[in-house]
């Protein structure tokens, strides 16, 4: 609960960001691309938060680290209210994107510190769920307090994560405190890359890739690509309420799976479940079929990424695992920051929906062949 409700925060930022966008458009006269680049922001801000604070929970605890992490969130979150241009928003979103992207995968760590063998599986997806949650509460804020209040009040919000470090200082157990201060980030980066590792993170780091270039691809932009087709229905409540519902049975699927067939046949049949959500949605030309396919995408797009969560700290031993973790993640920020840009990009060049979503197709389509023949499942114990 401590650790899932962090993530609950995390989440909400993401999604507020999503319903922001459309404003900050509005009232500084953006363009699609550089729309497209206060999302893609923040995700680089992540790549260097998921390394640096992944080295440096395995060097001088977890439990100190992520109160680091969330204070640096928080503290962001605050400031984005006070921004008055792109430039300044723009830096901001960088800031928090460190703090953001350290805190997962530090969180992670976390929990699978603390549990073994399948029933890790099922609590690292378990807590990986919050994220829906998130969703939730920030549809809530987009509908109900921002078109009262405006998006700044509603991202100070989001501050009050400063006040959570609190509670995570009292509630965290003390055996994920684990130091090992004889680390360096050099050797442990060489370390993950040894023969005993180097398929593991390889084959990671390309399914980090595929599953963050599509969510935050897909995600960032569903709500003005349906503006733009015209579809009416993404400015109800309704519509954004039953998008973030649809994920929680994907996440409790996936972990009543755990366990029943293997985690890679798991994740394989939520990988193309994306594809057939991106299909349709891409061909969609009717609000029922647009409904139904945004729902399979939340559905499979964010089981998929919890099956990640479980799959990735089992790859690497304790010592490790924050850098493995870290590193994997962060070259699937790499996506997350590509995908966003790239559909901004795609958009302002008048590139029709369909062709947009057969790049995350493709991409879908080398996640599975990766996964199929590259990726060995092993559970450290």
């Not at 923040?42 to 938060?49: D, E, K, L, W």
């Not at 509670?167 to 980030?185: F, G, Y």
Request: aromatic share 14%; with cysteine; hydrophobic share 55%.
């Amino acid at each position: 609960m401590v650790i899932g409700t962090a993530w609950l925060f995390d989440a909400a930022d993401v999604a507020l960001l999503s319903f922001i966008m459309p404003l900050l458009k509005k009232e500084w006269t953006l363009t699609d691309g550089q729309i497209g680049l206060v999302s893609s922001i923040t995700t680089v801000g992540m790549m260097i938060g998921a390394v640096l604070f992944g080295y440096l929970a395995d060097r001088f605890g977890k439990k100190n680290i992520i109160i680091i992490t969330l204070l640096l969130f928080s503290i962001s979150n605050l400031a984005l209210a006070l921004t008055t241009n792109l430039s300044q928003f723009l830096l901001v979103r960088f800031i928090t994107g460190i703090g953001l992207g350290g805190e997962l995968p530090v969180a992670t760590t976390i929990i699978a510190d603390s549990f073994s063998g399948h029933k890790r599986s099922r609590m690292l997806i378990l807590v990986d769920s919050f994220w829906a949650i998130g969703w939730i509460i920030a549809s809530l804020l987009a509908f109900l307090f921002m078109p009262v209040y405006g998006w700044r009040p509603t991202v100070i919000i989001t501050s009050i994560m400063a006040l959570y470090t609190l509670v995570i200082r009292r509630h965290l157990p003390e055996q994920t405190n684990i130091k090992n201060e004889k680390l360096n980030l050099k050797s442990t980066l060489k370390q993950i890359w040894s023969s005993d590792f180097r398929r593991a993170t390889f084959c990671l780091s390309i399914l980090w890739f595929v599953i963050m270039f599509s969510y935050y691809g897909m995600f960032l932009w569903l709500p003005s690509v349906l503006i733009k087709r015209g579809f009416s229905v993404v400015h109800s409540f309704g519509y954004t309420l039953l998008m973030s519902v649809a994920q929680l049975p994907g996440y409790f699927l996936a972990a009543y799976l755990m366990g029943k067939i293997s985690r890679k046949k798991v994740l394989g049949i939520y990988l193309i479940g994306t594809i057939i959500g991106a299909f349709l949605f891409g061909t969609a030309q009717t609000v029922w079929l647009v409904v139904l396919s945004s729902c399979i995408l939340s559905f499979f797009t964010l089981g998929a990424w919890g099956i990640m969560i479980a799959l990735t700290p089992t790859q690497y031993p304790i010592e490790i695992r924050g850098v493995g973790i870290g590193f994997t993640q962060s070259i699937g920020r790499i996506g997350a920051t590509i995908g966003p840009y790239l559909i901004g990009f795609s958009l302002g060049k008048g590139i029709n929906v369909a062709t947009i979503f057969s790049y995350f197709v493709i991409a879908l389509i080398i996640g599975i062949l990766v996964l199929t023949f590259g990726m060995v499942d092993r559970d450290q114990q």
